[in-house]
């Protein structure tokens, strides 16, 4: 990728690698099958009901970010009012959707948007006692209407970065910030037909793991902490899907490989919904035969849930909420060799 300056890359979103100023701102099934949904500003999918300490006590830099939704003050959010109330105003508008990376020493990042009216969205970095260190009011300034699926991940050297969809360049795009809040480099990161959910995890040396979803199926990319493609320029295709572009749920099972979910479908329209799962290597290639139908569906789960992700000693935990009310949540676990030890 040849690198831009940061200004010409908050510009037309284009790569750029160069400093910056800073910003204010079991049992088998066949292939799962393809069809489609229309994408959503913030994420549909059901959000856990937890608090952000319970959050960033959960974050894991094997998986994902922890996300959830705050229906009323946090004590976190108290102890930051200081910014938070002049960004989304007092009262602040609950509910606000959140996401939680964590960087290691102690600290974490923190991305909120309100899940009504104007987004707002907001990211802060908190220090080991939870005390604000830096903030951006506008993480996505200077960007073209049209981004949906706003996600967070953590980087190298207590970086933190923000991927979002663009439609108006149908494109996938990343926003870096180093350890100090200054701006570090905007990329872009992959482009796609349609973007309806976003996955990104971090794969520490190797760079970002992206995962974009939309009605025929999803396009996966590994871009370096340069950077640069690692599984050419189009990505790595995946072509599952349920009634909706499901998100994929992405983790680390081991340093070098890569363990992820996704709803799927056996077969056409009217046959049975499954909970796969795929093993990749660093090079974008599967390590399986083929997906894993780890588990058919028999309650209610929603078409866009992602499953949640915790690591283990050599199992991954995969849990998905339940849509329907009283029924309990599909958890399975899933060792690195495909063995599924519960289902």
Not at 36 to 44: K, N
Not at 83 to 101: D, K, M, N, R, T
Not at 116 to 136: A, I, M, S, T, Y
Request: aromatic content about 6%.
């Amino acid at each position: 990728m040849k690198p831009l300056s940061v200004a010409t890359a908050l510009a037309v979103l284009v790569v750029g690698c160069r400093r910056g100023p800073t910003s204010s701102d079991g049992t088998s099934a066949p292939s799962p099958s393809a069809s489609g949904a229309s994408a959503s500003a913030v994420s549909a999918s059901p959000l856990a009901k937890a608090s952000l300490a319970e959050a960033i006590a959960r974050a894991d830099l094997r998986v994902e970010a922890r996300r959830g939704v705050l229906d009323g003050p946090d004590p976190i959010l108290i102890r930051a009012a200081s910014v938070i109330e002049p960004h989304f105003g007092s009262p602040v508008p609950y509910p606000l959707a959140y996401q939680v990376v964590t960087l290691g020493g102690g600290r974490n990042a923190v991305l909120l948007e309100a899940l009504h009216g104007e987004r707002h969205p907001f990211v802060v970095l908190l220090d080991e006692q939870q005390n604000p260190v830096w903030v951006k009011q506008r993480p996505i300034g200077g960007v073209k209407d049209g981004v949906s699926e706003l996600s967070l991940a953590p980087g190298p050297g207590d970086h933190v970065l923000v991927a979002w969809c663009n439609a108006s360049s149908d494109s996938v795009a990343l926003r870096r910030w180093a350890e100090d809040g200054e701006a570090f480099a905007d990329y872009d990161a992959l482009h796609v037909e349609s973007c309806d959910r976003l996955s990104i995890l971090y794969w520490p040396r190797r760079g970002w793991v992206i995962a974009a979803a939309g009605p025929h199926g999803a396009v996966m990319q590994l871009v370096s902490e340069n950077g640069e493609y690692s599984w050419g320029r189009e990505g790595a295709p995946l072509p599952w899907t349920s009634n909706a572009p499901a998100p994929l749920s992405l983790s680390l099972d081991t340093p070098d490989t890569l363990l992820f979910f996704r709803l799927g479908r056996s077969g056409g329209p009217g046959t049975a919904d499954y909970l796969f799962a795929m093993r990749w290597g660093a090079d974008g290639r599967p390590l399986w035969p083929g997906p894993l139908s780890v588990k058919r569906l028999d309650v209610a789960v929603d078409p866009n849930a992602r499953a949640i992700v915790d690591p283990g000693d050599g199992v991954l935990r995969a849990t998905l909420p339940s849509s329907a009310p009283g029924a309990h949540d599909v958890v399975v676990e899933v060792a690195s060799d495909g063995v599924v030890t519960r289902r």
